[in-house]
């Protein structure tokens, strides 16, 4: 029994070395000359892409004149210098897609992640606001292929949907874009966990109206107190920066019909938290958001009027 084993284990011995050995000699035929370059050509421009030139010599048993010089000039570079190596030449039969057709081989537009990546770094959108995308997430970790997306729902072109007019929120609702899968069924809905793709703002924002010079703090309320930005943007306040939508100014002079009003507009607004119970309320610590004009003077450094407690408000 134990020469046995002993034997079982010279043989698996013999044969890992043998393997080792193999492979080695394997990677030493590689011959340039004959089948081309051994490392990976990777192209930047007009968009990040790699080619291997051993899968097509080599693995495939294609000759260097199957594409050289009909095809692909026999010199670095020429190829991305040329305007017209895009994926709509390719498309026409040009270039790559002269083989990649979809019957010599797989179509140019299918089977993106043999070429190319998905990006490491996140896709960022500065408008209509600040939002950030991960290819990497989407195509690496969730598995999803490119053609999920390109060119049904986003036209393969970067800040082609930026520069759309409905690239918006309510565009998502009814399931474009992002919308097409984030509708609560296939992924998370849209307007639901904010925080995914968007930064709430860093610095202070200080509202003149309907009330003047108040001031407000994304960080304290996002940050500090980890709340969500659902928990405000979906029923109290309009995501909309630069005013607070569905508000009116006051237009009395009259001390009773202006605490009703304003008794009305807290109690809309920051009031559904700050009641005295989820948060301090309303009609105490005052001077936590306003600031006054003298505040807001301060804030900005410059000389600011005021217009009173009349009707142009308070």
């Known amino acids: 029994m134990i020469k046995r084993q002993t034997l079982a284990c010279t043989v698996l011995g013999l044969s890992t070395t043998l393997l080792l050995a193999g492979t080695s000699v394997i990677a030493e035929e590689y011959d340039e000359d004959t089948y081309g370059p051994k490392n990976s050509i990777i192209w930047n421009t007009p968009v990040k892409a790699t080619f291997d030139h051993k899968v097509h010599t080599m693995d495939l048993e294609l000759e260097c004149s199957s594409c050289h010089d009909d095809l692909f000039a026999?010199?670095?570079?020429?190829?991305?210098?040329?305007?017209?190596?895009?994926m709509k030449a390719m498309a026409d039969g040009e270039f790559c897609g002269a083989c990649h057709d979809g019957d010599t081989a797989f179509a140019t537009d299918t089977n993106c992640m043999a070429c190319h990546a998905a990006s490491e770094e996140p896709l960022m959108w500065n408008e209509p606001t600040k939002a950030a995308f991960s290819h990497n997430m989407h195509?690496?970790?969730?598995?999803?292929?490119?053609?999920?997306?390109?060119?049904?729902?986003?036209?393969?072109?970067?800040?082609?949907?930026?520069?759309?007019?409905?690239?918006?929120?309510?565009?998502?609702?009814?399931?474009?874009?992002?919308?097409?899968?984030?509708?609560?069924?296939?992924?998370?809905?849209?307007?639901?966990?904010?925080?995914?793709?968007?930064f709430p703002p860093t610095e202070k924002i200080v509202f003149?109206?309907?009330?003047?010079?108040?001031?407000?703090?994304?960080?304290?309320?996002?940050?500090?107190?980890?709340?969500?930005?659902?928990?405000?943007?979906k029923e109290v306040f309009v995501m909309e920066q630069?005013?607070?939508?569905?508000?009116?100014?006051?237009?009395?002079?009259?001390?009773?019909?202006?605490?009703?009003?304003?008794?009305?507009?807290?109690?809309?607004?920051?009031?559904?938290?700050?009641?005295?119970?989820?948060?301090?309320?309303?009609?105490?610590?005052?001077?936590?958001?306003?600031?006054?004009?003298?505040?807001?003077?301060?804030?900005?450094?410059?000389?600011?009027?005021?217009?009173?407690?009349?009707?142009?408000?308070?």
Do not use: W
């Not at 049904?152 to 520069?163: L, Q, R, Y």
């Not at 809309?268 to 009641?275: A, D, E, L, P, R």
């Open 74 to 86: 026999m010199q670095r570079g020429t190829a991305v210098d040329s305007t017209e190596f895009t």
């Open 139 to 198: 195509v690496e970790d969730l598995g999803l292929e490119c053609n999920s997306c390109h060119s049904t729902v986003f036209e393969m072109n970067k800040g082609a949907a930026a520069a759309m007019d409905d690239f918006t929120m309510a565009a998502f609702k009814e399931g474009k874009y992002c919308g097409a899968c984030h509708n609560g069924d296939d992924a998370f809905d849209a307007a639901s966990q904010c925080e995914a793709c968007h």
């Open 208 to 233: 003149n109206e309907p009330v003047k010079t108040v001031i407000f703090d994304h960080d304290i309320h996002v940050g500090r107190a980890e709340l969500s930005c659902e928990s405000c943007h």
């Open 242 to 314: 630069g005013h607070v939508a569905d508000s009116e100014l006051a237009a009395s002079d009259d001390p009773a019909v202006k605490r009703a009003y304003l008794e009305t507009l807290h109690s809309k607004f920051c009031g559904t938290c700050h009641n005295s119970n989820q948060a301090f309320g309303y009609l105490t610590r005052c001077t936590v958001c306003h600031i006054g004009v003298k505040g807001y003077d301060a804030m900005h450094g410059g000389d600011v009027k005021a217009d009173g407690h009349g009707k142009s408000g308070h």
